[in-house]
């Protein structure tokens, strides 16, 4: 009977410690089914509009997973080598999702992984980031996201409406960031058939902006800086430049507008941010192939002034421009 007792007993603790196995087998693969997501994002440089653009996408992320969602955010300080070894260190810990924020950050991301889910935002163009010959708007891999392209067309027609006697127009942007070389491209063909002479202006990287600046403002009735990362980190530089030597900025954001500009035409980029990170819940639940998705583009856009500068220079406002507030201290 001992024995047959001691049998029954060692029956039960084995039955008992299988079923405990089986429970913990069930919670590692609940753990492992998704419902938990690490996402990457790399971001280019710390300015105003790219900040924006980070928070959107993580509040929307926030918003749809609570706390099952781990944000891995890097800054690469406006330098693409440092890119390419974050979007590395993302690779090799096998992140759910990658956000690259900005171009540089993309181009990085997409010679980086073809497996990984990547969004770009603050994109201006993909097809030129990207190197696609005539794109239609998807990519077709691993990669999608938004873009922060405003209507260039549009752009050039501001800056008549508000200076419809000035003849020459100042094109400056940083020569590193091809977005920037493809919006001035195509705004100094609109501005051209407004009658306007352009002049382009590039400079390598903030250690020239200063010179290159000078010699814009110098030669220019009205200065145009499109949507450019190294510019908006380097407001300051041109508004001790500009606004003494009494020549206004037409800029491609508002942050940079809000820095050193007159008026833009521009769009919300914590509201892109949002549309990003939406599409991110769709790709990271399985509701949609990120391969199938198409750029998604901004849906407002938006003509504002910066009223300090405008004072300044004695530029008269019309109708139709909202004011941007001036930036918290």
Do not use: W
């Not at 049998?7 to 084995?14: S, Y």
């Not at 201006?124 to 794109?135: K, P, R």
């Not at 037409?250 to 941010?273: K, P, Q």
């Amino acid at each position: 009977m001992k024995k047959l007792l001691a049998l029954m007993l060692a029956l039960g603790m084995t039955v008992s410690l299988a079923a405990c196995g089986g429970t913990d087998s069930a919670d590692t693969a609940d753990a492992a089914s998704g419902d938990k997501y690490v996402v990457g994002i790399c971001q280019l440089v710390q300015h105003e509009a790219l900040d924006q653009a980070t928070q959107g996408f993580k509040d929307a992320l926030t918003e749809a997973f609570g706390e099952n969602v781990d944000f891995d955010e890097q800054n690469a300080s406006n330098d693409s080598a440092t890119c390419a070894t974050i979007i590395n260190q993302f690779v090799s810990n096998n992140v759910d999702l990658i956000l690259a924020n900005a171009t540089a950050p993309l181009q990085a991301a997409s010679q980086g992984t073809d497996s990984i889910p990547v969004l770009g935002t603050s994109v201006t163009e993909y097809g030129v980031a990207l190197d696609i010959g005539n794109f239609d708007g998807l990519v077709g891999t691993n990669v999608s996201g938004t873009s922060d392209l405003a209507p260039l067309d549009q752009q050039a027609a501001m800056l008549n409406e508000l200076f419809p006697d000035a003849s020459t127009v100042g094109l400056l942007y940083c020569s590193a960031e091809p977005n920037s070389q493809y919006q001035v491209d195509t705004v100094q063909g609109y501005l051209e058939e407004l009658g306007y002479t352009c002049n382009q202006y590039s400079f390598s990287d903030s250690n020239d902006l200063a010179a290159v600046a000078t010699t814009a403002a110098n030669e220019s009735d009205v200065i145009y800086v499109p949507t450019d990362n190294t510019v908006a980190s380097n407001t300051e530089i041109l508004r001790n430049i500009c606004e003494p030597a009494g020549v206004p900025i037409i800029a491609g954001e508002e942050g940079i507008c809000r820095g050193c500009g007159v008026a833009t035409l521009s769009i919300s980029y914590y509201d892109l941010g949002v549309a990003t990170g939406n599409m991110a819940v769709k790709v990271l639940t399985g509701e949609a192939d990120i391969s199938e998705m198409p750029i998604e583009y901004a849906p407002e856009f938006t003509k504002k002034y910066n009223p300090e500068l405008a004072e300044a220079m004695g530029v008269t406002i019309p109708d139709g421009y909202v004011a941007i507030e001036a930036a918290a201290e």
